[in-house]
């Protein structure tokens, strides 16, 4: 649709956005018969937020598995910092910078908020296996100066309280918000949120819409969410691209969507 | 009002993060120390250490071989038995080679055989998960078994089939054998134990005993974190094999002094099985409460009579015995699930603010 190359630009909040971050081209996702995903393309640029909506089954969450290599289109490639990038292992995703959240809460049940956290970390600690036999020297000294980090990120989502708890133990809005924890511990540069206030109140959502703004803001993370919340969506977002039946059907800023037709007609139906 | 943390600040991560964060656990654990390295040894009766605590150990150290893999990494295995297996007759081979070297050194390497093992039939769980993969190791077990019989390089040509542990001797102490004493194979034993214990321990605590949990708990999401399936299951196959490995060496060089296929087989492999679920899963004090449950329990129970006067018939006592054991184990899951690591940690939990719980 917007066929130019995006341009680097400033939001009306003043946050700076740059170039393109990642760039999605003509994504096609089969499952046997089933299309989840028809020639999709588009982009997000470095520092935005970019909500991913549509109705059920539009394949929102098929195109999150893409972008985090845990699926693989049959067509189409996706340019992330200007590589091309291959077929890839979600391990691989992980390694250059994305880490995600899912719809229902994966967290690991039977560990504790902080070894939640500390698990995000998992990729930055090297020390081999005869320190860690030891744990002693190096091995501990990287265990402190990560659970450091870890504590950073457990005093921004203001979780200190339950730290020692184990997550299973939780209630639903703290896990959400541990999961958000364990997705910022890996310092990724491209953060993945799969409806980060499904099943929330309103107060939740309200401290979720706080956490993923200053998370934006303060660690100039670039988000992409799907959200069901329109009203949520329309106040985050800084573009917005509109699925439905595994196609695009509108792609630009909050309020261009909003008023489209085809975005309406998705959403409300049309007589037939 | 004993067990309280009331003023014991932490002033930084590294004191966080100790093992033991407490000031009377660490107390605790130098007590226990004690009482097994010197109170045991000076005041045990021969039939104490050798039919109860050696034993006991060894099992133990079996268990927390268990644990590493079905309780912190998900997977289940019932081929313990035969890892143990791979370990005594891989010391009985190195033994056989180098009489010279120490044999406590040998029986550390002869690990590294099980481990080896271990991983290679740990690399059906990339692809499988749960009953499957409990009859793959079943396989393994079997396949293992057969291997003890039929491969008579293994036991030396031995005419018995069996292995017979040779006098060995380490430190200027005959440590192994008919004529060594069992206060110096007790120690030897908890040494190695105590050794390997903290070992597991210390892997458990960090980055890699997160990986292993990781994977237990959710493997998609371990997997887009960055944790390779491949190195967390096999890391893992081969830990608990190694320390799996090095039981079974113990239990032949230091206990049993001989050994044949029968002391390997499936039910061995069910026996640490149960030590485990009845100690906790996920516990490496589970390992030994549960090690002394199945093991120690029965002796007690039938030294009972004897103790008291009762005259009950011997097969009589054998038959309370299984009933009294099995209804204990019903019993005990009933009320905690998660073994007897759990009520451990709950009497511990409530002892920090007993006596004034408000």
Known sequence: MNAAAPQPYTTEDGREIGGVLMEMKNITLKFGGVTAIKGISFDIQEGEIRAIIGPNGAGKTSMLNVINGFYHPQEGEIVFRGETRSRMRPYEAAKQGISRTFQNVALFQGMTTLDNIMAGRTLKMHRNFLWQLLRYGPALDEEIEHRRKVEEVIDFLEIEHIRRTPVGQLPYGLQKRVELGRALAAEPSLLLLDEPMAGMNVEEKEDMSRFILDVNEQMGTTIALIEHDMGVVMDLADRVVVLDYGKKIADGPPGEVQSNQDVIDAYLGVPH | ?358
């Open chain 2, 1 to 358: 009002m004993i067990y309280r943390e009331a003023g014991q600040f932490k002033t930084s991560y590294r004191q966080d993060a100790a093992i033991f964060p407490i000031l009377q656990d660490r107390i605790a654990i130098w007590f226990y120390l004690f009482v097994a390295f010197i109170v045991i040894p000076t005041f045990g009766s021969d039939f104490f250490i050798n039919s109860m605590m050696i034993p006991f150990l060894i099992f133990a150290m079996a268990s927390i071989g268990l644990n590493v893999l079905t309780g912190y990494t998900g997977q289940i295995s019932l081929g313990t038995g035969a890892f143990m297996g791979v370990g005594a007759y891989a010391c009985y081979k190195l033994t056989t080679y180098f009489p010279e070297t120490n044999i406590i050194i040998l029986v550390l390497l002869s690990g590294f055989f099980a481990a080896g093992i271990g991983m290679i039939f740990g690399l059906p769980s990339l692809r499988i998960k749960g009953f499957y993969l409990v009859v793959t190791t079943l396989a393994a077990q079997f396949f293992l078994e057969w291997c003890f019989i039929r491969v008579p390089w293994l036991y030396n040509y031995n005419a018995s089939g069996a292995i017979e542990v040779p006098q060995r001797e380490a430190f200027g102490l005959i440590v192994t054998g008919p004529s060594a004493s069992p206060s110096v194979r007790y120690l030897v034993v908890l040494s190695i134990v105590v050794f390997l214990t903290w070992i597991v321990s210390n892997l458990i605590h960090g980055r890699i005993g997160r990986t292993w949990m990781m994977i237990r708990d959710m493997d998609i999401a371990a997997e887009l974190i960055g944790v390779r399936p491949l190195y967390a299951k096999l890391s893992a196959f081969a830990v608990s094999s190694y320390v799996a490995g090095v039981a079974g060496a113990m239990l032949v060089f230091f206990w049993l002094g001989a050994a044949e296929v029968e002391s390997f087989d499936v039910n061995h492999s069910f026996l640490i099985l149960f030590m485990v679920i009845i100690g906790g899963l996920g516990s490496l004090v589970g390992s030994f409460l549960g090690a002394a449950f199945i093991w120690m329990l029965p002796i007690i129970i039938r030294a009972v009579p004897k103790m008291t006067g009762l005259d009950i018939n011997a097969s009589t006592v054998e038959q309370l015995n299984f009933m009294i054991i099995g209804a204990l184990i019903i019993v005990f899951l009933i009320i905690e699930p998660h073994g007897l690591a759990r009520l451990w940690a709950i009497a511990k939990q409530k002892l920090r603010i007993w006596p004034f719980p408000h």
